[in-house]
């Protein structure tokens, strides 16, 4: 199987979805009770735990990024060392 994209492209998608799931997930953990430096002021949201339920959801997309670029990733690993395997 070839990969999609290339090498770098690959990894640094990989390192971006796992700072992302770090800080969207701390995010939604915050929200989610309601920390009063995020939900304490007038233009803050007023409901944290909707803020939190859609943090949660981007976390995922960000999971689904980190695995579909991982794999690329290690598809790329596989053809530089050992060489493509033709279908």
Not at 44 to 69: H, Q, R
């Amino acid at each position: 199987m070839k990969p999609l994209v290339g090498a770098m492209q690959a990894w640094s998608c990989f390192v971006i979805s796992v700072f992302a799931i770090i800080i969207l997930s701390i995010l939604g953990i915050l929200f989610k009770g309601n920390h009063p430096e995020l939900v304490g002021g007038e233009e803050d949201p007023k409901n944290g735990e909707e803020v939190a339920a859609t943090a949660f959801i981007a976390v995922m997309i960000y999971a689904g990024f980190l695995v579909f670029c991982g794999l690329q990733g290690l598809l790329h690993l596989r053809e530089s060392r050992r060489g493509a395997i033709a279908l």
